[in-house]
């Protein structure tokens, strides 16, 4: 029999405020309307932690990721509040990384420094193009003087280790003009680059009103070929769908989440994933996405917008959506850890697949061919019964 073991935990902290809303954004986040409750919010998120615990006993918390919305629109001391007490309810690892997304429009002076005291190791910084035109058409509230501003500014306070986001097939972006936004990133010498293809994505202003000259699907795969040849030429290894890397320098968090890793999530609309051992159970669980709501009933049952307890027929396709988005694919072994299926339950889809073409066995791990990759969706598609 297989079984199911608990895989790394990481702890994902939802932070749903923006200056204003992106229109091209499908994230839980939500323009900011006068002075924002930092206080409370970080009163709520530590009662929501202290509901889940039960649920990662014992267990230590490998990586931390501050995401939203904007978390660099809360103070320091918000910051520094919130994981002075996270750390004397739950174990962090020695060297554990600890990940905050800030956005160039709020990146004061002194605010970088609050946060490397309060223990954030690694920022993410959202550039999205060193283009002003493509940042005006974005809706961004920055221009390209202040991204490079603020990645100045990150370094100057000690971020040794920083991503920056870039999109690409943006209206009205030609090849060059992708290329030119990835030496620019290049010239400020992040650890890491997440390079994302804009999509449409529903219920946005864009999905709505789609702006005019958004690249079509080959001229946007071959700014992402010639990108990726840049960064490649650069030192920077792609080794997710988006990611990019100079050698050790990934992003840990978002490994174990591709890797099928476990995760908590508290804050509004925060998703978390966790391995039951006792129950051999994988629940999902998401809390309420709207602030005001999550900020009335944080600690309490009525805090949690769902649970979903993962049936082994599910577990395949979950397993593939993300670990297949991964150049290195994985280990066999590592699925039927992770899913606490047997290996031949995916026999007859792995087997369709190398048929295809786009994945190979290396051993004992599974790796999408150049092919798989350019049809990511197509081969995790494979993996989607009618049971699940
Ligand atoms: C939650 S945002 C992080 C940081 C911060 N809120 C900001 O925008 O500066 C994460 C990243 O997702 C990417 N993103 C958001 N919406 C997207 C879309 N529709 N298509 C592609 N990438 C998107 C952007 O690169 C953004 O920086
Ligand atoms: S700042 Fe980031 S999270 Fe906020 S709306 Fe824009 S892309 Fe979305």
Redesign the pocket.
């Known amino acids: 029999m297989t079984m199911l073991a608990p895989p790394p935990l990481s702890l994902y902290v939802h932070l749903p405020w923006?200056v204003r809303k992106?229109p091209?954004?499908?994230?839980n986040?939500h323009p900011q309307r006068g002075a924002l409750p930092f206080a409370a919010y970080v009163e709520a998120l530590l009662a929501d932690l202290d509901h889940d615990l039960p649920l990662v006993w014992g267990r230590t918390v490998q990586t931390v990721f501050f995401?939203?919305?904007?978390?660099?629109l809360f103070p320091p001391e918000a910051i520094d509040a919130f994981l002075q007490q996270a750390s004397g309810r739950l174990r962090f690892a020695p060297g554990c990384e600890i990940t905050l997304?800030?956005?160039?429009?709020t990146a004061e002076h002194g605010r970088f420094e609050g946060y490397r005291a309060a223990g954030v190791n690694r920022l993410?910084?959202?550039?999205?193009s060193f283009d002003d035109g493509c940042l005006q058409r974005l809706g961004?509230i920055h221009d390209s003087a202040e991204a490079v501003a603020a990645v100045r500014l990150a370094r100057a306070a000690g971020f040794d280790n920083f991503n920056l986001?870039?999109?690409y097939a943006l209206p009205q972006q030609t090849l060059a003009m992708a290329e030119r936004d990835i030496e620019c990133a290049l010239a400020l010498e992040p650890t890491h680059l997440?390079h994302?293809?804009?999509?449409?994505?529903p219920g946005?202003a864009?999905a709505a009103r789609p702006p005019a000259g958004i690249p079509d699907h080959d001229a946007g795969w071959d700014m992402q070929e010639h990108c990726q040849a840049l960064l490649a030429q650069a030192g920077y290894a792609q080794y997710e769908v988006?990611a990019y890397a100079r050698p050790g320098r990934q992003c840990a968090h978002n490994l174990n989440y591709w890797r099928f890793g476990d995760y908590l999530g508290i804050g509004a609309g925060a998703h978390g994933k966790l391995t039951l051992g006792s129950e051999q159970a994988i629940l999902r669980r998401w809390k309420l996405r709207h602030p005001t709501a999550y900020l009335a009933a944080a600690g309490s049952d009525a805090a949690i917008g769902g649970d979903e307890y993962l049936s082994p027929a599910r577990r395949p396709f979950d397993y593939m959506l993300n670990a297949l988005r991964l150049n290195a694919g994985f280990a066999l072994a590592e699925f039927e850890a992770r899913t606490g299926l047997p290996r031949s339950a995916i026999a007859a889809e792995l087997a369709q697949a190398r048929a295809r073409g786009w994945l190979a066995e290396d051993g004992e791990r599974i790796v999408p061919t150049e092919l798989g990759r350019r049809f990511t969706n197509d081969v995790i598609g494979l993996f989607l019964t009618d049971t699940a």
Do not use: H, K, V, W
């Open positions: 923006c992106c091209y954004c499908d994230f986040s995401g939203g919305g904007t978390p660099s997304e800030a956005n160039p429009g993410s910084i959202g550039i999205q961004r986001d870039l999109m997440s994302y293809q804009l999509t449409l994505e946005t864009f988006s």
